[in-house]
């Protein structure tokens, strides 16, 4: 019988595991952002050395992880088990990029929601007494993605308003049973939330009810009022699930405004760079998460955190049939304190 599990869908961790080592390594576009002083590597240009987009991406991830292992002084041969993804088709960044790497691997695909997938997974594996240290990895690239999900670069389509900004970047994150924080405290897993949503350029629309419904199942379970957090953010949503979110819960009695904000927003100033609603791409929260949150939990800007990523399940052949965009949030909670 489990003595973890709380409520529907939370696991409150019995031995938090540590966030021992973090890095992300993103694009020059991201670079330019209002969160450019929190990356670890800007590269300059789209290819990062290699010969195509994909190789970039796959490039991107490798530099991630070693840039995290090395800031956890922890050698890959000791990471139990390795959780990483991608947007790609059979996650072949991830699986290229780590082909090498040594260490038992899980590919998983969660579109954006990826990074909150591999951190669970990873926090799990060690509290359950499977691994003392775990690793999570993801990316997204802008070229790779719209050569696979919308038009090939070359094509100059117009985007519409409710477009986003996939974002090149990737994040990756060391787990330990040991360490000084921050820790992973709860995860909640989310179930597929599917809106009847069709179009393909409108995520954050797809997205949000997903969003809603694991958030509002993480506060029912664990006890906690959203002010509990300093921070709840939410990625990719861009502008426009976000204020479906806000409105959500506004007919709830709630206003978290003060305290909610987006990864597709953080990343890009909409203002000045041509986004439109937004970044997103698995890479998009990856990158915030790994460099902006888990850097101001630690300097004291967040003492609590809940990082809910947010995933469209989706395919081009999908979108191509006629099928519905259904949504997907998994939510984690980062704490600077052990007991969170």
Same mark, same amino acid.
């Given at each position: 019988?489990?003595?973890?599990?709380?409520?529907?869908?939370?696991?409150?961790?019995?031995?938090?595991?540590?966030?021992?080592?973090?890095?992300?390594?993103?694009?020059?576009?991201?670079?330019?952002?209002?969160?450019?002083?929190?990356?670890?590597?800007?590269?300059?240009?789209?290819?990062?050395?290699?010969?195509?987009?994909?190789?970039?991406?796959?490039?991107?991830?490798?530099?991630?992880?070693?840039?995290?292992?090395?800031?956890?002084?922890?050698?890959?041969?000791?990471?139990?088990?390795?959780?990483?993804?991608?947007?790609?088709?059979?996650?072949?960044?991830?699986?290229?990029?780590?082909? =090498? !790497? *040594?260490?038992?691997?899980?590919?998983?695909? +969660? #579109?954006?929601?990826?990074? &909150?997938?591999?951190?669970? /997974?990873?926090?799990?594996?060690?509290?359950?007494?499977?691994?003392?240290?775990?690793?999570?990895?993801?990316?997204?690239?802008?070229?790779?993605?719209?050569?696979?999900?919308?038009?090939?670069?070359?094509?100059?389509?117009?985007?519409?308003?409710?477009?986003?900004?996939?974002?090149?970047?990737?994040?990756?994150?060391?787990?330990?049973?040991?360490?000084?924080?921050?820790?992973?405290?709860?995860?909640?897993?989310?179930?597929?939330? =599917? !809106? *009847?949503?069709?179009?393909?350029?409108?995520? +954050? #629309?797809?997205?949000?009810? &997903?969003?809603?419904?694991? /958030?509002?199942?993480?506060?029912?379970?664990?006890?906690?009022?959203?002010?509990?957090?300093?921070?709840?953010?939410?990625?990719?949503?861009?502008?426009?699930?976000?204020?479906?979110?806000?409105?959500?819960?506004?007919?709830?009695?709630?206003?978290?405004?003060?305290?909610?904000?987006?990864?597709?927003?953080?990343?890009?100033?909409?203002?000045?760079?041509?986004?439109?609603?937004?970044?997103?791409?698995?890479?998009?929260?990856?990158?915030?998460?790994?460099?902006?949150?888990?850097?101001?939990?630690?300097?004291?800007?967040?003492?609590?955190?809940?990082?809910?990523?947010?995933?469209?399940?989706?395919?081009?052949?999908?979108?191509?049939?006629?099928?519905?965009?259904?949504?997907?949030?998994?939510?984690?909670?980062?704490?600077?304190?052990?007991?969170?």
């Amino acid at each position: 019988m489990s003595t973890k599990r709380i409520g529907a869908q939370t696991v409150a961790l019995q031995t938090p595991p540590s966030i021992i080592g973090h890095a992300c390594v993103v694009g020059k576009k991201e670079g330019e952002g209002p969160l450019k002083d929190s990356f670890d590597y800007i590269g300059e240009d789209s290819y990062f050395g290699e010969k195509s987009w994909e190789k970039a991406e796959s490039a991107m991830q490798k530099m991630a992880f070693s840039m995290a292992c090395d800031k956890a002084s922890v050698s890959p041969s000791a990471i139990g088990y390795l959780f990483a993804g991608d947007l790609l088709n059979q996650c072949i960044a991830s699986a290229f990029s780590m082909r =090498d !790497a *040594g260490v038992p691997f899980f590919g998983l695909y +969660g #579109a954006c929601s990826t990074m &909150a997938e591999s951190l669970s /997974l990873a926090a799990l594996s060690i509290d359950g007494g499977f691994a003392d240290i775990s690793a999570a990895v993801t990316s997204s690239h802008f070229c790779s993605a719209e050569r696979q999900f919308r038009f090939p670069l070359e094509y100059g389509g117009q985007r519409t308003p409710t477009a986003q900004w996939t974002a090149t970047a990737a994040g990756s994150i060391i787990l330990g049973s040991i360490g000084s924080g921050p820790y992973v405290t709860h995860v909640t897993t989310g179930k597929i939330v =599917d !809106a *009847g949503i069709t179009d393909a350029n409108n995520m +954050g #629309a797809a997205m949000a009810p &997903a969003a809603y419904d694991t /958030l509002s199942c993480h506060f029912t379970d664990t006890g906690r009022n959203p002010d509990f957090y300093d921070l709840i953010v939410t990625g990719d949503l861009g502008d426009v699930g976000r204020s479906i979110v806000l409105d959500f819960f506004r007919d709830d009695g709630l206003d978290i405004s003060a305290n909610y904000d987006d990864c597709g927003l953080m990343m890009f100033s909409r203002e000045e760079q041509d986004v439109h609603a937004g970044g997103s791409g698995c890479g998009c929260s990856a990158g915030v998460l790994c460099g902006h949150i888990l850097n101001g939990i630690k300097e004291g800007l967040y003492k609590n955190v809940l990082f809910a990523a947010t995933g469209a399940l989706m395919s081009s052949t999908s979108s191509g049939q006629g099928e519905s965009i259904p949504g997907i949030c998994h939510a984690v909670a980062i704490s600077k304190e052990v007991q969170g």
